[in-house]
Nanobody, 119 residues
Framework: QVQLVESGGGLVQAGGSLRLSCAAS????????MGWFRQAPGKDRIVVAR????????YYSDSVKGRFTISRDNARNTVYLQMSSLKPEDTAVYYC????????????WGQGTQVTVSS
């Protein structure tokens, strides 16, 4: 069992930056592919970025490529999402996920953190 707790959300103006953090419980954090999803009001939850167990492999959705950076610190059991050049359309609840492999999109979810980008 993995418990995930996100933090770092908030209100920011368009063009600004935020860094989200996700702290994971348990001693097997380094065995999980970690990810960030987001869900805007009235829309489906979609993947934003994922990162492999060592941090060497990453995936980004086209909508955030070049603006967001996912990273992880296995010693601190934490995954980060650095968001830059934020746009109003980035407004959503952001969820941290852990999965046992790249083939599984998610096995565990966090409770989410709200990001609001004002124009």
């Amino acid at each position: 069992q993995v418990q995930l707790v996100e933090s770092g959300g908030g209100l920011v103006q368009a063009g600004g930056s935020l860094r989200l953090s996700c702290a994971a419980s348990g001693r097997t954090f380094g065995n999980y592919v970690m990810g960030w999803f987001r869900q805007a009001p009235g829309k489906d939850r979609i993947v934003v970025a994922r990162i492999g167990v060592s941090g060497a492999t990453t995936y980004y959705s086209d909508s955030v490529k070049g603006r967001f950076t996912i990273s992880r610190d296995n010693a601190r059991n934490t995954v980060y999402l650095q968001m830059s050049s934020l746009k109003p359309e980035d407004t959503a609840v952001y969820y941290c996920t852990a999965s046992k492999s790249w083939a599984s999109l998610y096995d565990y979810w966090g409770q989410g953190t709200q990001v609001t980008v004002s124009s």
